[in-house]
């Protein structure tokens, strides 16, 4: 399995912009779609956002569309997700996933069964 290390959060106010990365190692990243997920306090982990093994198809959540951006680096194994126009509610500890396959859609995207390698996380707080 490839091993993933977000980074890039921190405190911000509304209006504020934030790229969070996503490194990888130990496994086939240029084959695989990658996802970013973030979770709330007292909430369930929720899709953000996917994209393609070669960087072509990418999906968002309705909540973030239009104001994030995902793309992958695969010469430098790195995702990121750059995050336009923050809100207070897009704070949340903010989670990279490795999909099983190359490419994912919108009816697959956000199930967790289509993952199976995840980072620690890196939390997001954006202030009113």
């Known amino acids: 399995q490839v091993r993933l290390v977000e980074s890039g959060g921190g405190l911000v106010q509304a209006g504020d912009s934030l790229r969070l990365s996503c490194a990888a190692s130990?496994?086939?990243?240029?084959?695989?779609?990658m996802g970013w997920f973030r979770q709330a306090p007292g909430k369930e982990r929720e899709f953000v956002a996917v994209?393609?093994?070669?960087?072509?198809?990418?999906y968002y959540s309705d909540s973030v569309r239009g104001r994030f951006t995902i793309s992958r680096d695969n010469a430098k194994t790195t995702t990121y997700l750059q995050m336009n126009y923050l809100k207070p509610d897009d704070t949340a500890v903010y989670f990279c996933?490795?999909?099983?396959?190359?490419?994912?859609?919108?009816?697959?995207?956000?199930?967790?069964?289509?993952?199976?390698?995840w980072g620690q996380g890196t939390q997001v707080t954006v202030s009113s």
């Open positions: 996933a490795a999909a099983v396959r190359p490419q994912l859609g919108p009816a697959t995207a956000g199930l967790y069964r289509w993952y199976n390698s």
């Open positions: 130990g496994g086939t990243f240029s084959s695989r779609a």
């Open positions: 994209i393609g093994s070669d960087g072509g198809a990418t």
